[in-house]
Each structure stands twice: as structure tokens, then as C-alpha cells.
């Protein structure tokens, strides 16, 4: 398989710049990327920096889920993020 | 070309064996495998007669692919009319038995008639003969293959048979070949039973040739490095990575699809499996590839010899064929059981007695419903308690009904004639009378359309609508891509290769098949071949007396709201795409292809 990327920097993500802790879960292969279980991000982050910051681009995902409610792929750039939230990482599906 | 140009025809009433031309016109009209298996089942049989008679027909079918050195080139398909469904049944399979037909110089098998006694048929080279089986009928697959390899003072034989289920009309029986790879669905198992022929065991010596090698092995080749990059996550967890995506997606049909998400998930899936106990068992041995494939998506798993399955039960203790997404499904949320070991005991169990784990797993979870609701007590049920969770009753039902025993032999009808039975039919989670498989259609909407309309009934591999289910949670824009992921689902059934490899694309099948083959293949030529043989099956069905109200799914999808999950309050929108898919499929308002549709594909 191909090995995953290494894993982000967290390391700007300190008490001055970050503002929201989300909380993250991931399923499926993508469990090889990250497997924590939450971020530290700026305020007024949206869905795609979050994907940035644990290491997973958007062609590599199914779905995104922010507090159980699915986030459009068009959206991504757009769907802020707020203190507290619960976002979901969902592989693609093969069937099978 | 990879055709060896021959088919063999057995007639089990007469006890005949002939060699026939390979109808080549077909082959170039229905590719291969799943459509040309459908274009000589149409040729040679009444769609109206009794599925379990002599007059229905059994094929098993090869690929032009089938064998060759392109990724996953294991697979074979079995046709014949499905006792499940009284439809087409389709069933496909990996593992090295197809190839080996192959390398014996077949592309097709033919069988017709019923034997008077159990026999089995032998494929030896050029030899090709009907041995007795009465020595093992009512054993199991296991035996039946360990004894047939002795008999004939041959390891090296491929072996496809059926088990007890199949002998005794288990209507979801399965053909097993290679001890743990199944052509699983639409009861394919039971109509070579109802034949008396308990196996086909197959060795070759010829090897394949292709059209043009060299540039077939660059095609392969280019192939094999696509499947590489994209298919690790599938090698390292195999299909049961899917678990937790449903349960977090809300489509992991759950205790009969009463519910959307099961909480003891994380105990059953990829990364369960993989998981170290204090004791130092891991239930996943290893993984284990089909003929010729890169990805290696098979499980080998052992269970625990303490647990209650096997502690008294040495025969079991050994590595074996372990859960894959949909088994883990099976015996595990549907039916509210979240015990590893005994879900992988219960695998064991449907490759021993020859069984589909889907439909046995969904007919059990409307057993449990009947049970919790009243309709059924312990005086049906052998003094078992079926309540959804029980792990024991989900081992002691699985081996009843591979064994045709007490209850056993109810859940062997299939949830649609079980439930009819006790008076409850809306509790049957069926298309066409086959069991749904994991996914459930409230929250993806264009599954819901591809079992809905289905040839062989509720199947997820005969379209693909994932992406675009993931995406958008309506019925909106769903009736384009499942009809046209049917299609396309038709061409790579019928190609000899896997559908995990569906995602490579029309370009480079038809790159593959233009080097394999006589003929110009291009992509155009394989969609509408796809098509073609959509339509062919869709014909049989018609034929065999089923109707537009066939393509539907049971109240519970249609009117009650999912729970939870991310499809939360929707229920399956099929009353808004089924009229625009019948629109374009080119079919009338009542399902059934027009004049012109037949014409345009050459079916008229």
C-alpha cells in the first residue's frame, strides 16, 4: 500500500493562534492517517483546513460529517468550524 | 485470443458429455462470464420452469479475462433461474476454480437434466466424465473436497461443491469453491442439488493465449500498478474497513433495519480483527489473495479455543476463511450480535455447509424479530432463544440450518417465505425475495434504487452508487448513475475480472480486452455491451412472469424514517427515481423495455 504521509505539525496551534478544539474521528483506511481524536485549529477554520491539519486531502474522503449532519464536498472550503464540534472523516466506500 | 473456443454440455438425465463450438458471436455480443452465461441461459431454457426441476439450467461461465495474467483474472460466474428469486440468478466467484476451467479448455459449462444418482463431474484435460458421489453426499464442502482430491490421487484438482444446504434446497445455498470463495447469492447452490450433482472438480493443462502479448502485458501491467496505489486500505483491512464508515454514515442496518447504527460495531470490524488480546489471539491470521489478484482483500482468521464455539471442537481450531465486510454484517448488527469468534464460527459455518451468509443473516434477524414480537416462541425455535444479541443462537441457527435440522430447515425458505409463514411479510428485508445486503437504503438513496430494480434482487455489486450516495443524501440525480454504474457493472461481471476493479475505467478494460481478444474493443462498445446484457436478463425476468411491482422495497424503507445518523428522518425516495430510471433505461411506464430500446440493442 502506499505509506502514509507524515504526519502534520500541530506545532502552530498553540495557546495564541488556536482558538477551537475539534473533536475528530476517522473510519476506515483513513485511520492510517491520523488517529487521534481531536485538533487544535484557528478561529474561523473551516472543514478543508481541518482536513489539512490531520494530513488527509479531500479526494481521499467519503464524506464529511460536523456534529452528525453531512457537509456537501462543495462546502468544505466554506463550513466553519466551531468550538466544541464533533467532526466525522468517512473513507469512501468500495462496496464488496 | 483467450477463448479456447470450446464448451462442454452435460446432461445428468442421460448421463451425456459433448464438446461444442464456442458460440463466438455471443461471446462478441455478451463479452463473456455473467453476459454470455445470460445470453445461453436464454437460448436454453424456459424462463416459466420450476427453478428446482430438471428443466432448469446451470452454467458456469468464464471471462475472455479469465485466466490471463491481468489482476484478479480468477473469477467464473454461475447462471441459472434463482429459487430465491424465480429470477436470473448471477452469482459470481474468485478464488482458482475459474481459471482451472480454463486451463482444461472450457470457457462454459452447460448443465441440464437431473442425475438419477449423486454424481459429480470431472474435468480432467481432455477427459471429461461423471463419477458417483453417493460416498459423499451429505457431507460437507470440506470433506467433499478433501475426499474428491484423495479419490482421485490429485492435489492439484480446483473443486466447486455444495454442502448439505445445497442437497436439501436451502434456497440461499451456494456453489464453494477453493474451501472458502462462493458464488454465494440467489441460491445457485440449491439448483445443483436439485440436479444431484454434488461437484465439479476440474484440472487443466492448456495455458491461455492472447491476441497481441506484448501489448497485453503493458495493459496489465499499468493495470496491477493502479490496483497498487488504490487498493492498500482494501489489502490491509479488507472489506471490513466499510464497517465503521456505515456506522458512522447511519446505513448499517441493524437488528432487521428496525435501526441505522449498532453500537457494538467497533467489536466486529477491520480494526477488531486486527487487534492483539491479552492472551496474545488475534482473530486475522492473514490475507489471501484470488487467482492472479494484487489486492488480497480475503481474510484468514482463527477464533479463540476457549470460546464457546470451539473449545470442545477441535476440528475447528484451525485458520480459516474470516469475515469480509458483508459477513461481518450478516452476523453481526443486523442480528445485534457483536461477538467476534462467533461471528467468524458462523463463516466457518456457511463455507462448510455451503450456504450465503447474507441471507441466511438477514432471514435469521426476521426470525428474531418474529421471536421478540410474539409471532414465533421457543416451541418453533428448538427451545433456542432467538433474541436479537444472541450470539449462541446465531452459531446454533447457522449450523441447523447448513444441517437441514429443526429450525433450521424454516430458516432455509429465505426471510420471504419464513415471514409469509408466520403471517408477518413485512418484516422480510427482500427484493425479488433476496436478502438486502449491509447497506441501507434511507441513507443511501441510490442503493435503494439498485436493489429496487436488481435482475437477481437486492444485490450492492450490481451498481455502483456509493460516491454519489455519500455525497447526497435525496433521490435526487440518482436514477442516471445506478443505471449507468449497472451497465458498466454488467461489462466488468462479464470480462473474467473482479468489480473492485470497476473504478479503473471503460479505457483500460477495453485496452485489456482489444489485446485479449478478437474484435475492436472500445469503451463504447463495452457500455453498450453492458446494456445489452442488463436488458437480456431484464428480459428473462419479464418472461418468467415478473412484473414492474417486483421493483420495490419493503414498507419499513419507504415509510419509516431512519432513527439516526446522517440520513436521520428520511426514508428511501424510490417513487421519485424509479419512473425517471424506467425513462432512461429507454423502458415503458410498466418496466418493460420498448421496441426501440430492443432494436438499438441488437435484442429486438
Not at chain 2, 458417483?132 to 478433501?146: C, L, R, Y
Not at chain 2, 489473495?289 to 470451539?310: E, L, N, P, Q, S
Not at chain 2, 425479488?432 to 437477481?456: C, H, I, P, V, W
Amino acid at each position: 500500500m502506499v505509506a502514509p504521509p507524515p504526519r502534520p505539525s500541530n506545532a502552530w496551534a498553540s495557546a495564541e493562534h488556536g482558538a477551537l478544539q475539534v473533536g475528530i474521528k476517522v473510519t476506515g483506511r483513513l485511520a492510517d492517517y491520523f488517529d487521534g481524536t481531536e485538533v487544535i485549529l484557528p478561529d474561523g477554520a473551516s472543514v478543508i483546513e481541518a482536513l489539512a491539519a490531520i494530513g488527509i486531502t479531500a479526494d481521499q474522503v467519503g464524506l464529511v460529517a460536523v456534529n452528525g449532519e453531512s457537509v456537501a464536498r462543495a462546502q468544505y472550503g466554506e463550513r466553519l468550524l466551531g468550538d466544541g464540534d464533533s467532526m466525522t472523516v468517512m473513507a469512501p466506500l468500495t462496496g464488496g | 485470443m483467450s477463448w479456447q473456443g470450446k464448451i462442454l454440455k452435460v446432461d445428468l438425465t442421460h448421463g451425456t458429455i459433448v464438446q461444442e463450438p464456442l458460440n463466438q458471436d455471443w461471446a462478441n455480443d455478451y463479452i463473456g462470464e455473467r453476459g454470455l452465461g445470460s445470453k445461453y441461459l436464454w437460448e436454453h431454457m424456459d424462463p416459466t420452469v420450476n427453478p428446482m426441476g430438471p428443466d432448469n439450467v446451470l452454467i458456469f461461465a468464464t471471462g475472455p479475462l479469465t485466466g490471463t495474467s491481468a489482476s484478479t483474472s480468477g473469477r467464473y460466474a454461475v447462471l441459472t433461474k434463482g429459487p430465491l428469486t424465480g429470477a436470473i440468478a448471477c452469482s459470481n466467484s474468485g478464488g482458482k476454480f475459474g481459471a482451472e476451467l480454463k486451463y482444461a479448455g472450457y470457457d462454459l459449462l452447460l448443465v441440464q437434466g437431473k442425475s438419477e444418482k449423486p454424481v459429480y463431474l470431472l474435468i480432467e484435460g481432455d477427459e471429461a466424465s461423471l463419477q458417483p458421489a453417493e460416498k459423499i453426499w451429505g457431507s460437507s464442502v470440506w470433506e467433499t473436497e478433501e475426499w474428491i482430491k484423495q479419490s482421485r490421487n490429485n492435489p492439484l484438482l480446483k473443486i466447486a461443491s455444495i454442502g448439505i444446504a445445497g442437497e436439501r434446497g436451502v434456497r440461499y445455498a451456494a456453489i464453494v469453491n477453493d474451501l472458502h470463495r462462493a458464488a454465494g447469492r440467489s441460491g445457485v447452490g440449491a439448483v445443483m442439488g436439485s440436479k444431484n450433482l454434488k461437484a465439479v472438480a476440474v484440472r487443466g493443462s492448456v495455458g491461455v493465449n492472447v491476441k497481441d502479448a506484448k501489448r497485453f502485458m503493458e495493459a496489465a501491467a499499468g493495470m496491477k500498478q493502479k490496483l497498487a496505489k488504490s487498493f492498500g486500505g482494501m489489502t490491509k483491512y479488507g472489506t471490513n474497513e466499510m464497517m465503521d464508515t456505515m456506522q458512522e454514515f447511519g446505513g448499517l442496518p441493524t437488528r432487521n433495519f428496525q435501526e441505522v447504527q449498532f453500537e457494538g460495531y467497533d467489536k466486529i470490524d477491520a480494526r477488531a480483527m486486527l487487534k492483539t488480546d491479552q492472551t496474545g489471539h488475534r482473530n486475522l491470521v492473514t490475507n489471501k489473495a484470488c487467482f492472479g489478484c494484487t489486492i488480497a482483500c480475503g481474510r484468514i482468521a482463527h477464533i479463540r479455543k476457549d470460546h464457546f464455539t470451539v473449545i470442545n471442537r477441535k476440528e475447528y481450531w484451525h485458520a480459516s476463511g474470516g469475515l469480509e465486510y458483508e459477513t461481518a454484517y450478516a452476523f453481526g448488527p443486523v442480528v445485534g450480535v457483536d461477538d467476534l469468534d462467533a461471528c467468524t464460527f458462523a463463516g466457518y459455518l456457511m463455507n462448510e455447509h455451503g450456504m450465503d451468509p447474507i441471507s441466511f443473516g438477514v432471514t435469521l434477524a426476521a426470525a428474531m424479530e418474529l421471536y421478540e414480537m410474539g409471532a414465533i416462541t421457543k416451541d418453533d425455535t428448538d427451545g433456542v432463544e432467538l433474541k436479537f444479541g444472541n450470539a449462541e443462537a446465531l452459531t446454533i441457527m447457522a449450523e441447523k440450518t447448513g444441517k437441514q435440522e429443526g429450525f433450521g430447515e424454516i430458516l432455509g425458505l429465505g426471510s420471504k417465505l419464513m415471514c409469509e409463514k408466520y403471517g408477518h411479510p413485512e418484516l422480510s428485508m427482500t427484493v425479488k425475495g433476496q436478502e438486502f445486503a449491509g447497506y441501507d437504503s434511507r441513507a443511501l438513496q441510490g442503493m435503494g434504487l439498485g436493489y429496487a430494480t436488481g435482475n437477481r434482487g437486492a444485490c450492492h455489486l450490481k451498481h455502483d452508487t456509493f460516491d454519489v450516495d455519500m455525497e447526497d443524501q435525496s433521490g435526487a440525480g440518482k436514477a442516471e448513475p445506478c443505471k449507468t454504474s449497472q451497465d458498466w457493472a454488467a461489462a466488468v461481471d462479464s470480462s473474467g475480472l473482479c468489480v473492485f476493479t470497476s473504478g479503473l475505467g471503460a479505457e483500460m478494460f477495453a485496452a485489456l480486452l482489444d489485446a485479449d481478444s478478437e474484435g475492436d474493443w472500445t469503451a463504447e462498445r463495452l457500455l453498450i455491451s453492458g446494456e445489452r446484457i442488463w436488458n437480456l436478463e431484464r428480459l428473462f425476468n419479464l418472461a418468467a412472469g415478473l412484473t414492474s411491482s417486483d421493483d420495490t422495497l419493503p414498507e419499513r424503507l419507504l415509510k419509516d424514517p431512519a432513527p439516526s445518523g446522517t440520513a436521520k428522518g428520511r426514508v428511501n425516495e424510490l417513487d421519485r427515481m424509479l419512473p425517471e430510471y424506467y425513462q432512461l433505461r429507454g423502458w415503458s411506464e410498466d418496466g418493460r423495455p420498448t421496441t426501440q430500446t430492443l432494436e438499438r440493442l441488437g435484442l429486438g
